[in-house]
């Protein structure tokens, strides 16, 4: 359904990324990677919220490396400057969107569940947000300082975005007035994705319903 195009950064450079297009009058949505890269999977959910109605983008943050392999995906991640990532690449994005008219939402998996939090606080083009298992390093974003809506999605069962942790994000947005909602899911990292030994359907409708009427009620 989609196609890759490239589009502006603020800087002036340029990043390549998969479009799925909805429609000129529809809202539009950032969609942000896992660590493995801007693969097929990442494509598909770009193309399941075109069918649903939403314009998508997803930035191909690692400039098409893609792996099937965790080390050489920790590799890739480590090496990335979520800081530029998040104001050139994401922001770029969004301004993208915005020229197809509609507002703009960002959400992403994993790494893009981080990047998706440090956009929902840098990145003014966006009007929420979405979160899949991420949590930036505090000197990436402060979570206390988003200004939009957030709805977070967490896994028990996670030993990178542990329960510990979630509670600490989760603690700390309630703690400055954020309109946030944490969803916490009896699961495995990773759970929405369905290309994943541990992806968990009944988890992943839910929060695919959850997400749904999220959206619907704040763009």
Known sequence: MGTMIDFARPDGGSTKGYLATAGADRPSLIVIQEWWGLNDQICGVADRFARAGYNA??????????????????????????????????????????????????????????????????????????????????????????????????????????????????AAMSGAGVNAEVIRYDAAHGFFNETATIYDPTCANQAWSSMSEFLTANF
């Open 57 to 170: 983008l997803a930035p191909d943050l690692y400039e098409g490396r893609v792996t099937q392999e965790p080390d050489e995906a920790n590799h890739m991640m480590s090496g990335l400057d979520f800081a530029g990532a998040t104001v050139q690449d994401v922001r770029g994005a969004a301004q993208h969107l915005q020229n197809i008219g509609g507002p703009v939402g960002v959400m992403g998996f994993c790494m893009g569940g981080a990047l998706t939090i440090a956009a929902a606080v840098h990145v003014r083009e966006v009007s929420l947000g979405v979160c899949f298992y991420g949590i930036p390093p505090g000197e990436v974003a402060d979570p206390a300082k988003i200004t939009i809506p957030l709805q977070c999605h967490f896994a028990n069962q996670d030993d990178w975005c542990t329960p510990a942790a979630v509670d600490g994000l989760e």
